[in-house]
Each structure stands twice: as C-alpha cells, then as structure tokens.
C-alpha cells in the first residue's frame, strides 16, 4: 500500500544552524506533498508544500525540494530559531487522501 | 476567518460506548477529511466525505461512520469503544473537491477511553 517514510526521528540543531528533513514515498501517482508543523497539544500547521511539476520551493527560512525520480523530497530550515522546535510531518498526497510520514521532532538549541 | 474548529477539545468515555465527535470546515471549504493521531506517530486517514457523501475510507473498522451536512461541517461516530481509540482525532478541510490542494486542520479532540 501507500506509504511515506520520514527521517531522522529526532534532530537537534544548534540555533542559527540548518536543519534537513528527508522523506521518500512509495506512490507513484502522488502529485502534491505537504509539509506541517505540529506543536504540543495543537493540529498540525501547513508550512509548505510542493507540487509534482516544480523542483524547488521557497518560502523565507524554509525551502522544499522534490525528486520524482528518486520519489524523495526534503525540508530544508536556515537560519534556526527557538520557535522552530516542534514536530515536524511529511505527507503525500494519493488517492484524495494524505499519507503522513511518522515524524521529526526537532529540538533547536539557543 | 475562524479556520477549521473542532469540539469537543477534550472526552473521556468508558470503555462500550459511543461518541460523536464535531467539525467545522474553513470558510469556502467543501470537502472534510478524517485522522487519527495516536501518541508519537503521524495521522491516519479514517475518511474523507465530498457532497455530503463517504468518498475515501481507510482501514478502520465499520465501528467508525461519519457523516456531512449540506453545510459542509461533519460529525465522526465511534462505536463501541476500545481502549485502543484513545487518540488524538483531526479533521481537516480542503477547497476544490479536495483534489491535489491544501489541507488545513483543526486543533483536534483528544479522546481517553478508560
């Protein structure tokens, strides 16, 4: 079936350093890959996301890339800050639904 | 623009019995998606409903039904309760049929079966 799978599971990061979220899904057919931030005790907030038409994306410290060969794509945060640490969710987009990756709980350092 | 509302926010039911759990879409919303968050892992699709009508499912039991109303908000029943539903329940809402665009969640209800 569909599956996302979504490394590393924890990453702590000094602040002002960079932060790399890699994800790689098993769909074909996905065309649309969100990314969203979840904080405690809160539903996860869109950040981003990407389409299967575009390589890269860019939005202020946050970017996205997208391999559809490879089916990977990959969060890339610059310029970390103390407000970042939360979990962070890859998903796919397959059949109407999302299929989310199991997490990254990011923990930036001041 | 209130956003995607959920409620209750927090449950706690007995172990056999039923909830109903409630969401609002976004304003100009039309399609309402269901998940299931158990602690430390990502959302499971439960099912999504369009025009009033159940389009996707996932792999959850028939004990899980929903329903949308010509308003475009929906309701998730639980029946006959297990310990193993306590989780964290979304519901989140898309624009355009829901196809291939962005989902925006609610705050979610967090459900204790004890």
């Known amino acids: 079936g569909e599956n996302v799978e979504q490394h590393p599971s924890t990453l702590s990061v000094q602040e002002g350093d960079s932060a790399v979220i890699k994800c790689t899904y098993s769909d074909s057919a996905s065309n649309y890959f969100p990314w969203y931030k979840q904080e405690l005790g809160k539903g996860p907030q869109l950040i981003i996301d990407?389409?299967?038409?575009?390589g890269e994306k860019k939005d202020q410290r946050i970017a996205v890339t997208l391999n559809k060969t490879a089916k990977h794509f990959s969060l890339h945060i610059t310029e970390t800050q103390p407000e970042d640490s939360a979990v962070y969710f890859c998903?796919?987009?397959?059949?109407?639904?999302?299929?989310f990756g199991s997490g990254t709980r990011l923990l930036v350092r001041p | 623009d209130a956003g995607v509302t959920q409620s209750p926010t927090h449950l706690i039911k007995t172990r056999g019995q039923q909830v109903t759990l409630r969401c609002s879409p976004k304003?100009?919303?039309?399609?309402v998606s269901w998940y299931q968050q158990a602690l430390g892992q990502g959302p499971q699709f439960i099912f999504q409903?369009?025009?009033?009508?159940?389009?996707q499912r996932g792999n959850f039991p028939d004990r899980f039904s929903g329903h949308q109303f010509p308003n475009y908000s929906s309701e998730l029943n639980v029946n006959a309760l297990l310990l193993g539903d306590s989780a964290l329940y979304l519901c989140a809402s898309s624009g355009d049929r829901g196809w291939n665009t962005e989902a925006f969640f609610g705050q979610g209800t967090r459900l204790t079966v004890v």
């Open positions: 409903y369009y025009e009033e009508e159940e389009r």
């Open positions: 998903a796919a987009i397959s059949s109407y639904k999302l299929i």
């Open positions: 990407i389409r299967s038409n575009v």
């Open positions: 304003s100009g919303h039309d399609t």
